[in-house]
């Protein structure tokens, strides 16, 4: 059975991009053959992209959340994994993915993950830094090396993870049911809280629980329609002292569901084989 892919668009003042984005990626998973859904948040947005919207929903499988008050990239993110979580039928199949609107990343980039989501791979990460150190930026580059010792130090480990704040994230839906309880810190970063903090709070709640993960090397377009969201000093001052990744790291994860029907048993068998060697002897 081929899986259902579940992606969430998260979108901030994104009125000359996201409608481009939505068309790209309707052409990808048309040439895909496989059925997908897409939930866009419009959190707070005061341009016009509900409007650029508003055409999609009658060619593509879209629903979308008008949040009239920003509520964040964390708490939005939460809210879409509560409810794919609750939807999908088929979870060790079906697959929940995380782009941004913004065409930092082309949907092209698909064709180099549809293959392994169609196969075992149960979760993906992505990496910046192996495709050309020179197409990320400087504190970017400082982020992802001071974010391994400040994660030793406060004992959140994420394995030998080339990118930490990177916001491609896509995973197994079964994998998102097992650890909602560690997922639930992103409904504590609020509004003033930047999507690489929700990425890092993504990747500590999933990676251990992944048997077959994999990454996908991507190369970031510089945003030439808006300034990046992406502020150093306050990311690192998050590492230090934010709450989230302590307890994101602490939580436990919930036992895996089963899928086989509950072994029958027989009362009456172990009196058979008892009275059959009593008569042997």
């Known amino acids: 059975m081929k899986p259902t892919i579940y992606f969430y668009l998260p979108v901030l003042d994104e009125q000359q991009t996201v409608g481009v984005f939505l068309y790209r990626l309707g052409e990808v998973m048309r040439d895909s053959r496989l059925d997908y859904e897409v939930f866009l948040t419009l959190d707070g947005c005061t341009d016009d992209s509900a409007a650029v919207v508003e055409p999609y929903l009658k060619r ?3 629903r979308v959340t008008h949040n009239e008050k920003r509520l964040g990239y964390g708490k939005s993110l939460l809210d879409t ?10 979870p060790k199949r079906d697959f929940f993915l995380v782009m941004d609107a913004d065409f930092s990343l082309d949907p092209l980039i698909l064709n180099d993950m549809l293959d392994g989501m169609e196969r075992n791979v149960d979760f993906y990460t992505s990496d910046r830094f192996s495709a050309g150190a020179k197409s990320v930026s400087l504190s970017k580059r400082l982020a992802q090396r001071f974010a391994r010792t400040i994660l030793h130090f406060r004992g959140a480990q994420a394995g030998r993870e080339p990118d930490y704040f990177s916001t491609l994230r896509g995973c197994r839906l079964h994998l998102l049911r097992r650890n909602l309880e560690r997922l639930k810190p992103l409904g504590e970063l609020g ?4 999507p690489a903090a929700a990425a890092l709070v993504l990747l500590l709640a999933l990676y251990r629980s992944a048997r077959n993960p994999a990454r996908i090397k991507i190369q970031e377009k510089k945003l030439r329609r808006r300034k990046s969201r992406f502020a150093l000093l306050a990311l690192l001052r998050w590492l230090l002292f934010g709450r989230q990744i302590v307890s994101t790291a602490a939580a436990p994860e919930a036992a895996p569901e089963s899928t086989r029907p509950p072994r029958r048993r027989y009362p009456n068998k172990n009196r058979r084989r008892s009275s059959k060697s009593e008569a042997g002897s």
């Open 81 to 90: 994994v509560n409810r794919v979580a609750s939807q999908s039928a088929n």
């Open 191 to 194: 509004p003033g809280v930047q």
């Open 60 to 62: 593509m499988p879209l």
